[in-house]
C-alpha cells in the first residue's frame, strides 16, 4: 500500500528565508508525486508534480522539488518566501494507471514571520 | 475556464439531517473524485466515479454514505441522517479522460465544509 509522511507538522520562518518541507513515501514503484498548496479556508492548488524524466520539478510561485529514488524522498523548496506562503502544504503519491487514489500526507503548516 | 465548482461551500445540517453536496468537474474533465479531509489531517480518498458509473468506493463509509455522477448535471455526494463525525471538508476533484500524463493530474474544488450541529 502507498503512504506518504511529512515529518513536519509545523515550520515557522522569517520572510525573505529559505524553506524546505520534507515528504518521504512508501510505494512499490517509481510513483507520480505531487505537491499541493492549501491556503485558508480553500481549496488545493497544484504546485507541482513529477512523473518521470528530470529528477529536479520547477513548480509555480517560485517553488521547486527534488525526487530523490535512493532516499524516497520529494522534498520541496524555496529559496526565499513571501508572506503569501503561509499556508498547509501537502505531498501526495499516485495515481498511476488504474491507481488513480491519491495518498495525502498529514500536512504541513508554514507560518511565516515578518 | 472555471475550475472545478462545489456547492455550498459551507453547509451545517442538525443531525438526523441529510446532506447533499455538489461538485462540477472542469469542462471537459469526466472523472471525478471525492475526498474527506477531518480536521488536523490531510485528505483521505472515498470515491472515484465516470459518468454515470462508480468506479471504486473503497473509501466510503459503508452506511449511509452515496455518491453519483449522472449523465447530465454534477456530481452529488449524499449522506444521509448525519451525525457529529461527519463534520469536515469534503473535496471533490476532476481530472480528464483517458490519455496521457494529463490523466494522472487531479484538480481540486474549494470544496464543502460540512458541520453538523
Known amino acids: 500500500a502507498q503512504s506518504v509522511t511529512q515529518p513536519d507538522i509545523h515550520i515557522t520562518v522569517s520572510e525573505g528565508a529559505s524553506l524546505e518541507l520534507r515528504c518521504n513515501y512508501s510505494y512499490g514503484a517509481t510513483p507520480y508525486l505531487f505537491w499541493y498548496v492549501q491556503s485558508p479556508g480553500q481549496g488545493l492548488q497544484l504546485l507541482l508534480k513529477?512523473?518521470?524524466?528530470?529528477?529536479l520539478v520547477q513548480g509555480i510561485k517560485g517553488f521547486e522539488a527534488e525526487f530523490k529514488r535512493s532516499q524516497s524522498s520529494f522534498n520541496l523548496r524555496k529559496p526565499s518566501v513571501h508572506w503569501s506562503d503561509a499556508a498547509e502544504y501537502f505531498c501526495?503519491?499516485?495515481?498511476?494507471?488504474?491507481?488513480?487514489?491519491?495518498?495525502f500526507g498529514a500536512g504541513t503548516t508554514v507560518t511565516v514571520r515578518a | 475556464n472555471a475550475g472545478v465548482m462545489q456547492n455550498p461551500r459551507h453547509l451545517v445540517r442538525r443531525r438526523g439531517q441529510e446532506a447533499r453536496l455538489r461538485c462540477s468537474p472542469m469542462?471537459?474533465?469526466?472523472?471525478v473524485y471525492w475526498y474527506r479531509q477531518l480536521p488536523e489531517e490531510g485528505l483521505k480518498f472515498m470515491v472515484y466515479l465516470q459518468k454515470e458509473n462508480i468506479i471504486d468506493e473503497s473509501g466510503m463509509p459503508k452506511e449511509r454514505f452515496s455518491a453519483e455522477f449522472p449523465k447530465e448535471g454534477p456530481s452529488i455526494l449524499r449522506i444521509q441522517q448525519v451525525v457529529r463525525g461527519d463534520s469536515a471538508a469534503y473535496f471533490c476533484?476532476?481530472?480528464?479522460?483517458?490519455?496521457?500524463?494529463?490523466?494522472?493530474?487531479?484538480?481540486f474544488g474549494p470544496g464543502t465544509r460540512l458541520t453538523v450541529l
Open positions: 513529477y512523473f518521470s524524466g528530470d529528477t
Open positions: 476533484a476532476s481530472s480528464p479522460p483517458d490519455g496521457g500524463s494529463t490523466t494522472d493530474t487531479q484538480y
Open positions: 501526495a503519491v499516485g495515481p498511476r494507471s488504474n491507481d488513480y487514489k491519491l495518498s
Open positions: 469542462k471537459g474533465h469526466s472523472h
